[in-house]
């Protein structure tokens, strides 16, 4: 099996920022239905960084992967909030080591001045919320994209 280009679309590796509620809402749409062990989530607090290593499906390459007869693909990327000021979590079970988490979105509740709670929401029940002094994060595609195993979009989205 041979991995996929970036030069097989017309993508170049993913690598956005968001200081903003819209900004967070592009990327929400790019990991939706992104997986990740529980092992691959990393809270630093003297660094005030949380950031989770997803398998992340891509979205931005569906309609042309569609046209063009080939694979949907998914890629590994880096997803980082800085300026994090606490973490918890609801539904997640830490000492399962093998436990593969799905991301269905993230959204922001803001507060006062910039300030505001974080909200990834996990396929089922699981939450991670994050308190922010300010929206600062970031997506970056870390290896390149490879065939989805399961050869298919995810359904929910179709």
Avoid at 87 to 94: L, N, P, Y
Avoid at 100 to 125: K, R
Avoid at 134 to 158: F, W
Wanted: hydrophobic residues 40%; negative net charge.
């Amino acid at each position: 099996m041979t991995d996929a280009s970036f030069h097989d679309g017309r993508e170049a590796p993913l690598n956005l920022g968001a200081e903003d509620g819209d900004d967070l809402q592009v990327i929400s749409t790019l990991t939706q239905d992104a997986v990740f062990p529980v092992s691959e989530m990393t809270w630093h607090p003297s660094q005030r960084r949380f950031g989770l290593l997803l398998n992340r499906f891509r979205w931005e390459d569906k309609d042309a992967a569609t046209r063009r007869g080939r694979p949907f693909e998914r890629v590994q990327s880096v997803l980082v909030f800085a300026s994090v000021l606490t973490v918890a979590s609801q539904g997640i079970d830490r000492s399962e080591k093998d436990l593969v988490m799905s991301l269905l979105s993230v959204d922001f509740e803001p507060g006062e001045d910039g300030a505001g709670q974080i909200l990834l929401t996990l396929a089922g029940d699981g939450a991670i919320r994050l308190s922010v002094e300010a929206i600062d994060v970031t997506l970056k595609d870390v290896t390149r994209p490879y065939q989805a195993p399961s050869g298919q979009a995810p359904h929910h989205a179709e």
